[in-house]
């Protein structure tokens, strides 16, 4: 746990990242913008994801309503499945889960499936599910992370729990592959803060 808190940071006011997961209160109005950040050995797939390949970790990032796309139901930018985050089969995930909006989000790691739950609360791995997951982790200052073994291979969501909101848009794609040889990300993803 220490070594994933010592990768990450906040660009604004560092709110204490030792703290209990939903530490509501004292943060600034301003929104944070949590990046991940790349120690030495890691490579970095982008701002929101970085690995060691030979730990086969992977720490990535992932913020509810980064920007407006999909009128904030969207993470890291992504909404409705058009991105698509790939890891290796095996490797361990550690997934930083941040809500800057102003109303609750959560996530889940959900089994891919049609139609998208109302509210999602299967989780396709075990403790990958934030605090919160059908009230949402605290608007602006919400946070938690999950840490969990990618396996079995296939297809997953990453979801928001709040009933309406990954119906509403508000889940990208997760792919545990056998054959993937490092993490990638395709598809909508923000470019910036
Ligand atoms: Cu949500």
Request: some cysteine.
């Amino acid at each position: 746990m220490r070594l994933v808190i010592a990768r990450l940071a906040l660009c604004a006011a560092a709110i204490p990242l030792l703290a209990a997961s939903d530490h509501a209160g004292s943060a600034p109005a301003s929104r944070a913008h949590p990046r991940t950040i790349v120690a030495p050995g890691d490579t970095k797939v982008n701002q929101f994801i970085s690995y060691n390949a030979t730990a086969k970790t992977v720490a990535i990032t992932v913020t509810a309503a980064l920007n407006s796309a999909q009128g904030g139901f969207n993470f890291n930018g992504g909404s409705s499945g058009n991105q698509t985050i790939t890891v290796p089969l095996g490797w361990t995930i550690n997934i930083d889960v941040y809500n800057v909006d102003a109303i609750p989000h959560s996530a889940i790691l959900i089994t891919d499936q049609t139609p998208i739950p109302n509210g999602p609360s299967q989780a396709a791995f075990p403790r990958a599910y934030t605090d919160h997951l059908s009230d949402g982790l605290p608007a602006q200052t919400g946070h938690d992370s999950m840490n969990f073994p990618a396996t079995p291979a296939g297809n997953y969501l990453i979801a928001c729990g709040v009933p309406g909101h990954a119906p509403s848009g508000m889940y990208i794609r997760f792919v545990v592959s056998a054959t993937a040889k490092a993490p990638t990300n395709t598809g909508t993803i923000a470019t910036g803060p």
